[in-house]
């Protein structure tokens, strides 16, 4: 899975496809699906882009 916790902001303003290839590949780190980071914020059912 792809961190973006170098980009939280911008990331969390990602609503659609087009505005996630702007952030794509410029992501921290990958990390597997069972790894919990401290910074980790759930998004509020139905904002950002798959949400």
Known sequence: MMCFRNLKAEYLKVTTKKEFWSVHGRQDRFVQ???LCPEFER???GT???G
Do not use: L, S
Request: overall charge positive; cysteine-free.
């Open 33 to 35: 699906e069972t790894y």
């Open 48 to 50: 950002g882009y798959r």
């Open 43 to 45: 998004r509020i059912p």
